[in-house]
């Protein structure tokens, strides 16, 4: 894009907030774009990935999963890796809010305007499943793609609403961590990535989008614990939208003080842009043509130590018997007996197929500390120590684990992407190089060689659910039968 594209009252704003240094913001919109993706380590270690894949990857200073890639190097959103969930693609600059949130495992986080999850899955593997995070998008259309990124990812313990935030408040008073507020804004910084946003640009949308940030910041305000941290980003440069936005809210909310951001060769804020109000530290970089803002706050009313949660990992339940014929020994468990023993007659509980299907299709029961929670045919794994949600539009009430008719248990896309290959009793593995990869990839059936099927102990029988794994990481189900293997992937999200 050049220069030329972009709106005159832009120009003529930028011209006056930069100086000395428009030129030089003019001339960033000619430079060479950059790429980025991050790496998914909830799946795997960047050393892994980085020995797994052919593209030529440069770190992103401040994000120790993120990387360049280079145009040249194909369509990292093409490839079978992509479809196991390795790696996001993602702006190198978008990749700073959630960086600047810190986040620890075992914490509480929310992610305020999700969709379409870039930053979630970020956070997400912050956590490496320990804690929650809640993630809510007011629109239902793009928290489609929000479910469908965390799925993608094998996100285990992610809820995902979609509701305006005044009816979160109720719910969640005081109760997270960590709050990102990655707001809908104006949008000047991504007018180089997508020209049409410089098109319909018009000088009054900072203030008419500074009015929703400043509620959306309000509401978020309260939802946090006290000496918790909250990051407020956009994709603007309009000072409306960011400096002065900070600096009223603090005005408003003394128990806040602002956190200087610490990242690498990052920085966009412009104290100076407010003469200094609430400035710490030297004035930063001028912002580039693709530059995101952030601002970290903390709340500060009560002592530190009373909000900072010491880490919760998972607490595993017993690890189901590791063959199927161990599983049939074994029989059921003391509450499934119980409840067997309480309701004979009564309508079959979906968590009971969901209990046949795990002892004879998987190694290991995956769900952790997690609540089993049925809605309708659907069975979930809710993360522990969530508040009552009702009135509240639940898209997903935690890890979606498959659905039940006639007693039958039929696992989901959600539970095969959350899985390691080692947690299915039986799996297939194909190299992203194999042409079956794309093909599997692309619904179709496969026969297997000899061989091919690996199962997790000699007497699992060569009939049931495979996990299908690409380079030895899962991209969805398969039903084995007779050396062949019945595709399962699902048409949604199939390879076109
Ligand atoms: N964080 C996202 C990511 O990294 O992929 C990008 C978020 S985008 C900048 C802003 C989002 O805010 C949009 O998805 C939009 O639907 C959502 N949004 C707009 N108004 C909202 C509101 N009042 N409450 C919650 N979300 C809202």
Redo the contacts with the bound molecule.
Sequence with gaps: MTEPMLPEAFKQKMEGLLEAEYSAFLASYGEERHYGLRINTLKLSVEQFRGLTRMELEPVPWAETGFYYREGDGRPGKHPHYHAGLYYIQEPS?MAPAKLLDVRPGERVL??????????TQLAAKLQGAGLIVA????PD?VKALVKNIELSGIRNAVVLNE??AKLEGAFTGYFDKILI????SGEGMFRKEEDMAKVWRPDWPEKYAE?QRT?LRQAGRMLKPGGLMVYST?TFSPEENEAMIAAFLDEHPAFAVEPPRLRRLGARRPDWLGGRYARGPKRPAPRACGRTGSRARATSRPRCAAVASPRPWRRRGLRPATARAAREAGPPRSRRRRARAGAGAAADPREALARFAAEQLAAAPYGAAELECRGEHVYAAPAGLPPLDGIRVIRPGWYLGSVTKQRFTPSHALAMGLRAEEALRMVTFTADDPRAVRYLKGETLELAPGELRTAADDVPAKGYALVCIDGYPVGWAKVQDGMLKNEYPPGWRWT
């Design positions: 978008a992610d305020l305007c999700a969709a379409p999850g870039g930053k979630t809510n998008d007011v629109h793009r305006d935030p990655d707001a809908p804004c929703m959306l994709c």
